[in-house]
């Protein structure tokens, strides 16, 4: 099934050579036609009700909604539905081309702004930005909480921090040998999970190595505590940095600065490193700022209930964990810090850029995670969303008219058939993940195309990327300089002292080869 990359690189790759490798002017070719490709927002509807209200269009504490609320008719039990992702046992299939690294980041990422309600599935937590609140928090009592406020020499602009095992990492968010709230974080969102009592089924916690930091999400694996830990060290780096070049700056102007110059810095990367991994463009995309600023897509954000949930990714991750001295079954990955904090943040990142992730698709979750799966399409059905063959038409696609259009997987086309009986019943949500990979992306099309669309509108349209504020009065030249000599994670691990080699802390296998339009 040709997808929307495969059809407009094929005619593109042709004009890249006139113009040379990772030209402004391609990207910004690909960036408008993808975001072009659906409605820009803001969108008629929200979950706030099924019609277009001014409480819909105005109160963010709903999720929008890219299509209207529609009634899809008897559909098949929850726990059959499940059946199409769940796995038989010992048959994980590995991705050729992306490392746990990819999903490390992604979920650092999307635990930022994605943050459905765990009780009202129609409603969100989220600031609607991409603005490493993980890091700093949501709100200012949450972000003063996490920050030194010292105006000493050597101290200011610094959020907190401790030494441990000679390296830097955030300060714990319990009572030692406890279960109660360092006071001194109380602002702070309880870290997921931590509640009691616990889940049934639900992985043992170790409240004394879980980490006071911005997000209640951030806490939940070693590998997104060190994706923390790195934009930490990053901060207190770059404030000491700020400091040392403006004597005169109290601690409220470091911090400030400091903060701008970390969140361009990271929407960078989530373009130039993160999103040049999905797509499989003949070339390297750049993050120019510019390409939004005239643009009539140049709208405020808001999250959209298709988005939360097109990001459950659970079958990225192996089975299996290879940390650096010994492997870590998955259920055991979760809400402890202490195999990060035993290696060093160093050994994390150098475990996760080399262990392939999983496939993600139909019948490769494993049985650890199926529970979110039956969660996931619960979701979309308490939120009444559209079909599946809808989304594509919305995005610009045809509509598929069998089965086979969806997957080439004999077994994949046999359940939806199973399940659904005719095309047009397919759920937004199971739709999604069936749907073949992309040749060279290791996401299926409409997916892919759904990231890009979001990942541009949202992260080229955030405040200080926008005409009149990137530049050097928001950052200082030495800190535009730096947002713009930086194009991966391994880039800042590097300038943090580690003994490794930054350019080996990637997400695209080492073994990968893109054809003959890309190194």
Same mark, same amino acid.
């Not at 943050?115 to 600031?127: A, E, F, I, L, M």
């Given at each position: 099934?040709?997808?929307?990359?495969?059809?407009?690189?094929?005619?593109?790759?042709?004009?890249?050579?006139?113009?040379?490798?990772?030209?402004?002017?391609?990207?910004?070719?690909?960036?408008?036609?993808?975001?072009?490709?659906?409605?820009?927002?803001?969108?008629?509807?929200?979950?706030?009700?099924?019609?277009?209200?001014?409480?819909?269009?105005?109160?963010?504490?709903?999720?929008?909604?890219?299509?209207?609320?529609?009634?899809?008719?008897?559909?098949?039990?929850?726990?059959?539905?499940?059946?199409?992702?769940?796995?038989?046992?010992?048959?994980?299939?590995?991705?050729?081309?992306?490392?746990?690294?990819?999903?490390?980041?992604?979920?650092?990422?999307?635990?930022?702004?994605?943050?459905?309600?765990?009780?009202?599935?129609?409603?969100?937590?989220?600031?609607?930005?991409?603005?490493?609140?993980?890091?700093?928090?949501?709100?200012?009592?949450?972000?003063?909480?996490?920050?030194?406020?010292?105006?000493?020499?050597?101290?200011?602009?610094?959020?907190?921090?401790?030494?441990?095992?000679?390296?830097?990492?955030?300060?714990?968010?319990?009572?030692?040998?406890?279960?109660?709230?360092?006071?001194?974080?109380?602002?702070?969102?309880?870290?997921?999970?931590?509640?009691?009592?616990?889940?049934?089924?639900?992985?043992?916690?170790?409240?004394?190595?879980?980490?006071?930091?911005?997000?209640?999400?951030?806490?939940?694996?070693?590998?997104?505590?060190?994706?923390?830990?790195?934009?930490?060290?990053?901060?207190?780096?770059?404030?000491?940095?700020?400091?040392?070049?403006?004597?005169?700056?109290?601690?409220?102007?470091?911090?400030?600065?400091?903060?701008?110059?970390?969140?361009?810095?990271?929407?960078?990367?989530?373009?130039?490193?993160?999103?040049?991994?999905?797509?499989?463009?003949?070339?390297?995309?750049?993050?120019?700022?510019?390409?939004?600023?005239?643009?009539?897509?140049?709208?405020?954000?808001?999250?959209?209930?298709?988005?939360?949930?097109?990001?459950?990714?659970?079958?990225?991750?192996?089975?299996?964990?290879?940390?650096?001295?010994?492997?870590?079954?998955?259920?055991?990955?979760? =809400?402890? @810090?202490?195999?990060? &904090?035993? #290696? %060093?943040?160093? /050994?994390?990142?150098? +475990?996760?850029?080399?262990?392939?992730?999983?496939?993600?698709?139909?019948?490769?979750?494993?049985?650890?995670?199926?529970?979110?799966?039956?969660?996931?399409?619960?979701?979309?059905?308490?939120?009444?969303?559209?079909?599946?063959?809808?989304?594509?038409?919305?995005?610009?696609?045809?509509?598929?008219?069998?089965?086979?259009?969806?997957?080439?997987?004999?077994?994949?086309?046999?359940?939806?058939?199973?399940?659904?009986?005719?095309?047009?019943?397919?759920?937004?949500?199971?739709?999604?993940?069936?749907?073949?990979?992309?040749?060279?992306?290791? =996401?299926? @099309?409409?997916?892919? &195309?759904? #990231? %890009?669309?979001? /990942?541009?509108?949202? +992260?080229?349209?955030?405040?200080?990327?926008?005409?009149?504020?990137?530049?050097?009065?928001?950052?200082?030249?030495?800190?535009?300089?730096?947002?713009?000599?930086?194009?991966?994670?391994?880039?800042?691990?590097?300038?943090?002292?580690?003994?490794?080699?930054?350019?080996?802390?990637?997400?695209?296998?080492?073994?990968?080869?893109?054809?003959?339009?890309?190194?």
């Amino acid at each position: 099934m040709a997808g929307f990359f495969d059809n407009f690189f094929g005619t593109l790759g042709v004009v890249i050579d006139s113009w040379g490798w990772a030209d402004k002017a391609a990207s910004r070719i690909v960036v408008n036609k993808l975001v072009r490709s659906t409605r820009s927002r803001p969108h008629p509807w929200s979950t706030a009700s099924d019609y277009t209200s001014w409480k819909g269009l105005t109160d963010r504490t709903f999720l929008a909604r890219q299509l209207p609320a529609a009634d899809l008719g008897d559909l098949p039990d929850l726990a059959a539905v499940a059946q199409l992702f769940e796995r038989p046992e010992g048959m994980q299939r590995l991705s050729k081309k992306s490392t746990c690294l990819f999903p490390a980041f992604a979920q650092y990422l999307t635990d930022g702004f994605l943050r459905t309600d765990p009780v009202d599935k129609r409603r969100t937590s989220s600031n609607h930005e991409i603005d490493l609140c993980a890091l700093y928090g949501r709100t200012e009592s949450q972000t003063d909480a996490l920050r030194l406020k010292a105006e000493d020499a050597g101290s200011k602009g610094r959020l907190k921090s401790q030494d441990l095992n000679g390296e830097e990492y955030p300060l714990y968010h319990f009572l030692p040998d406890s279960t109660d709230v360092d006071p001194q974080f109380a602002a702070l969102d309880r870290p997921l999970g931590t509640s009691v009592p616990q889940h049934e089924g639900s992985p043992a916690v170790d409240f004394g190595s879980l980490f006071a930091i911005g997000g209640d999400r951030a806490n939940s694996t070693p590998f997104t505590s060190m994706m923390n830990t790195l934009l930490l060290r990053e901060h207190n780096r770059i404030a000491g940095e700020l400091e040392q070049r403006n004597p005169g700056w109290d601690d409220e102007r470091v911090f400030q600065t400091a903060r701008n110059i970390m969140i361009a810095l990271y929407i960078k990367i989530v373009i130039e490193q993160y999103i040049n991994h999905i797509t499989p463009a003949p070339f390297s995309l750049e993050a120019d700022p510019s390409v939004a600023w005239d643009a009539e897509w140049n709208r405020p954000n808001w999250m959209t209930v298709e988005f939360s949930l097109l990001y459950r990714w659970h079958s990225l991750m192996p089975d299996v964990i290879e940390w650096s001295d010994r492997q870590i079954p998955l259920m055991s990955f979760s =809400l402890d @810090n202490r195999p990060l &904090i035993e #290696v %060093g943040l160093a /050994a994390a990142f150098e +475990a996760a850029a080399r262990q392939p992730a999983a496939d993600l698709g139909a019948f490769n979750t494993g049985a650890a995670l199926m529970r979110v799966e039956v969660g996931a399409v619960h979701q979309g059905r308490t939120n009444r969303l559209a079909s599946y063959n809808d989304y594509r038409v919305e995005y610009g696609l045809d509509r598929v008219e069998q089965f086979s259009d969806i997957s080439s997987d004999p077994a994949v086309e046999a359940k939806l058939r199973e399940l659904y009986g005719s095309v047009d019943k397919v759920e937004f949500y199971p739709g999604l993940f069936a749907e073949d990979l992309v040749d060279k992306s290791p =996401l299926p @099309n409409l997916l892919m &195309i759904m #990231v %890009g669309v979001d /990942a541009f509108s949202q +992260a080229l349209t955030n405040p200080l990327l926008s005409k009149h504020v990137f530049n050097a009065q928001t950052f200082t030249q030495w800190g535009l300089d730096l947002i713009m000599e930086t194009r991966s994670v391994g880039d800042i691990l590097q300038r943090q002292g580690a003994m490794t080699d930054g350019s080996t802390i990637v997400m695209t296998q080492p073994g990968w080869r893109y054809g003959w339009y890309r190194p």
